[in-house]
């Protein structure tokens, strides 16, 4: 871990099995923390904030610093892309394209720096001045998750750096790998002490600290709805400022009118991407009647072309799911859809090679005859499983579009751009695509509505996260009001 400005290990001793869950191998031992290592860091963190000289360093000066944790990464990114996929038995061509998407928002974020000036309000009165500043919001918690370790904490460091915070990290106890690369980068790019610090170990136990200690000012979480909600209960206890990204059931229309070849490759792209481990996710495939037969046809016979395997292997196009525990989730996940009537027109069940046994492998799988009111239709199961709803109207697309208790991002395929329009205008998403899905970048902003989530990330909002807003007002000839005599 990295407490102020220190490698250490936990004061417990205690240390965790990092496993390569493309064959259970132990990559790495990592030390495992425990609530006084959190609260050790935290202190270092407040007093960095406090009484260090970050928070009043130029920000030009702080952008020039977060220019070169990203020049860093890039001549780095070889190691870091391994180790990722090492973590999360993702493929090395997905990592490294991560590595080129994490320099390209530290770089977004430093130029940012000193851009973000004071606005000069028009006061009401004569001889006085009014500006609105923005300040950093002072010790950040920040907790990653294990599907994009590094990505994930890059839109988190990069702005809260930038604004002039310090803070305190804890990424995912299962994939912890790369995030200790990036604090040896940032050490080496010249980070004050104290400002940055790492801690290891599991969220009931040093996550749990974090969101809930007196001296942390925002909490900034990516996970499951269910952790979220216990971290929003938690920050009450001092009223911190929270950004939550809760993940989504996203929905995804594709009309008649669409260009079908589109259409089919981006409903794969959407969900076996990194086997469906992507809060972006399109896992609800929305499709209009007349066309449903063919789509589905298509789509299942490109679905078993698939070629499962090991990351490392340049042929393989989906690794493995990250854990035993989440495999038997995606698995029960599958078969509570058999049981409502759903029909599995491709996989769902584990692969039958022996020479994937050792890993947490699940076969891409598509679901059809589903309706809405299934339990698999409108809870996120987060693996490689595509289910299959028709409409029949625009309106019944937008309508079954809404109809979940997540809001994070939608796709709409169509070549009639009016309706394009009108369909992204009424659905309930923080992003919605037109003729693509899962494609972001660090200008625009990310977050979601209803239960995904709380705040933004990216953009320039992403950046005001991290931000308190003060109002400062001068008289410039001050004089008694005589209000009492």
């Known amino acids: 871990m990295f407490i102020n400005g220190e490698w250490v290990e936990a004061r417990s001793g205690q240390t965790r099995d990092i496993i390569n869950p493309y064959n259970q191998a132990v990559i790495?031992?990592?030390?495992?923390?425990?609530?006084a290592d959190m609260q050790e860091a935290i202190a270092a963190a407040r007093h960095a904030f406090d009484h260090g000289p970050w928070p009043q360093t130029p920000a030009t000066d702080r952008g020039k610093i977060v220019q070169t944790i990203a020049d860093f990464i890039q001549r780095d990114k070889a190691e870091l892309a391994e180790l990722e996929s090492l973590d999360t038995g993702k493929t090395l061509e997905e990592s490294r394209g991560d590595m080129d998407d994490i320099t390209a928002v530290f770089r977004y974020y430093a130029e940012l720096a000193d851009k973000d000036g004071a606005e000069t309000l028009d006061p009401p009165i004569a001889n006085a001045?009014?500006?609105?500043?923005?300040e950093p919001v002072g010790v950040c918690g920040q907790i990653t998750p294990w599907n994009y370790p590094l990505l994930q904490a890059s839109w988190?460091?990069?702005?809260?750096?930038?604004?002039?915070?310090?803070?305190?990290?804890?990424?995912?106890?299962?994939?912890?790998?790369?995030?200790?690369?990036?604090?040896?980068?940032?050490?080496?790019?010249?980070?004050?002490?104290?400002?940055?610090?790492?801690?290891?170990?599991?969220?009931?136990?040093?996550?749990?600290?974090?969101?809930?200690?007196?001296?942390?000012?925002?909490?900034?979480?990516?996970?499951?709805?269910?952790?979220g909600k216990?971290?929003?209960?938690?920050?009450?206890?001092?009223m911190k400022n929270i950004a939550l990204e809760l993940g989504g059931k996203n929905p995804n229309i594709v009309f008649a009118d669409a260009d079908f070849e589109t259409a089919v490759d981006q409903a794969m792209n959407a969900v076996f991407f990194h086997?469906?481990?992507?809060?972006?996710?399109g896992t609800r495939l929305i499709v209009e009647?007349?066309?449903?037969?063919?789509?589905?046809?298509?789509?299942?016979?490109?679905?078993?072309?698939?070629?499962?395997?090991?990351g490392f292997d340049e042929t393989t196009q989906m690794g493995p799911l990250i854990s035993a525990e989440h495999l038997n989730k995606v698995r029960r996940y599958v078969e509570t859809g058999r049981k409502e009537?759903?029909?599995?027109?491709?996989?769902?069940?584990?692969?039958?090679?022996?020479?994937?046994?050792?890993?947490f492998?699940?076969?891409?799988?598509?679901?059809?005859?589903?309706?809405?009111?299934?339990?698999?239709?409108?809870?996120?199961?987060?693996?490689?499983?595509?289910?299959?709803?028709?409409?029949?109207?625009?309106?019944?697309?937008?309508?079954l579009a809404n109809d979940s208790i997540y809001g994070l991002s939608g796709g709409v395929f169509t070549n009639d751009i009016g309706k394009a329009e009108r369909c992204v205008k009424k659905m309930r998403m923080g992003t919605v695509w037109i003729n693509e899905v899962n494609f972001y970048f660090p200008q625009a902003p990310w977050g979601g509505y209803k239960q995904s989530g709380i705040g933004r990330e990216l953009g320039k909002v992403g950046l005001e996260e991290y931000t308190e807003t003060k109002h400062i007002y001068q008289n410039l000839k001050p004089g008694p009001v005589n209000w009492f005599g």
């Open 28 to 35: 790495a031992k990592a030390t495992e923390g425990q609530v």
């Open 129 to 134: 001045t009014s500006r609105v500043v923005r």
């Open 156 to 227: 988190k460091l990069a702005p809260a750096l930038v604004a002039g915070n310090t803070l305190i990290m804890k990424p995912s106890e299962i994939t912890p790998l790369s995030s200790v690369k990036v604090f040896e980068l940032m050490e080496e790019a010249g980070v004050p002490r104290g400002v940055v610090n790492l801690v290891l170990g599991s969220g009931n136990t040093v996550g749990a600290e974090l969101s809930a200690h007196q001296d942390v000012d925002l909490i900034s979480f990516t996970g499951g709805i269910e952790t």
């Open 230 to 238: 216990r971290i929003m209960q938690a920050a009450s206890s001092n």
């Open 275 to 281: 086997a469906g481990q992507v809060c972006s996710a």
């Open 289 to 310: 009647e007349s066309i449903h037969d063919a789509l589905v046809k298509e789509l299942v016979e490109r679905v078993r072309k698939i070629k499962l395997g090991d």
């Open 341 to 359: 009537g759903a029909t599995v027109a491709v996989g769902g069940e584990r692969p039958d090679d022996p020479e994937l046994n050792d890993g």
């Open 361 to 399: 492998f699940y076969l891409p799988t598509v679901l059809t005859d589903c309706t809405t009111d299934m339990d698999v239709v409108q809870e996120e199961g987060f693996g490689p499983v595509i289910t299959v709803e028709t409409f029949s109207s625009e309106d019944e697309a937008v309508k």
